[in-house]
């Protein structure tokens, strides 16, 4: 027969687990500093033409720079002439970035060519930076809200049903 007090204490240590270590990851992620991992030089800008993306679409624009055609995500207005790059971060990605401003857009794709390494340190939580990311880490989040739920209901039946077959030898006797 199982007692409310330890069903209930089952269950706070399921949601402890399932919803803790979603969170210890989140914080270790979120102190882990955007380290600068590769780049390259990606020419000065020429153009660029947007598209206006769709309901569930993002927006796409066309980078042309002296170096050949970049495809980015959202948009992005430059003067003609100034100086762009290609890198790549730890949490960011791969983004075209103007050289020497905060301006960057992620790339839409995969970038075809060389990225040269940057000297680094690398933090101490890279690996789960790495590993998770943040699509990883929703999963992981929205999974321990899943097993919460679930085992709460599973729980409650199993000591529901308990207390219906101690109802019935009370009956009965």
Same mark, same amino acid.
């Given at each position: 027969?199982?007692? /409310?007090?330890? @069903? ?11 919803? %803790? ?5 989140? +914080?270790?992620?979120?102190? +882990? ?16 033409? @947007?598209?206006?993306? =769709? ?10 720079? *002296? ?5 980015? &995500?959202?948009? $992005? ?7 762009? !790059? ?7 990605? *791969?983004? $075209?970035?103007?050289?020497?401003? #905060? ?5 839409? %794709?995969?970038?075809? %060519?060389? $990225?040269? #390494? &940057? ?11 790495? *590993?998770?990311? !943040?699509? =990883?880490?929703? $999963? ?9 739920? &679930? ?7 199993? &000591?529901? %049903? ?8 009370? /009956?009965?006797?």
């Amino acid at each position: 027969m199982t007692s /409310i007090k330890s @069903a209930v204490a089952l269950w706070l240590g399921i949601c402890a687990v399932s919803l %803790g270590v979603p969170t210890v990851l989140h +914080t270790l992620i979120a102190h +882990t500093p955007n380290t600068l991992l590769a780049q390259a030089a990606a020419g000065r800008f020429e153009s660029a033409s @947007a598209s206006a993306g =769709g309901f569930f679409a993002r927006s796409i624009t066309t980078v042309q720079t *002296t170096r050949g055609s970049f495809l980015v &995500v959202g948009p $992005l207005s430059l003067q003609h002439g100034q100086r762009l !790059a290609v890198t790549a971060t730890l949490k960011g990605g *791969t983004r $075209l970035c103007v050289t020497g401003t #905060p301006v960057c857009r992620p790339l839409a %794709g995969p970038f075809a %060519g060389h $990225l040269a #390494p &940057v000297p680094h340190h690398t933090p101490r939580f890279a690996g789960v930076v790495t *590993t998770l990311g !943040a699509n =990883g880490l929703a $999963l992981a989040v929205v999974l321990g809200v899943l097993l919460a739920f &679930v085992s709460g209901i599973v729980i409650a039946a199993c &000591v529901a %049903g308990d207390n219906d077959a101690s109802a019935r030898e009370d /009956i009965t006797g």
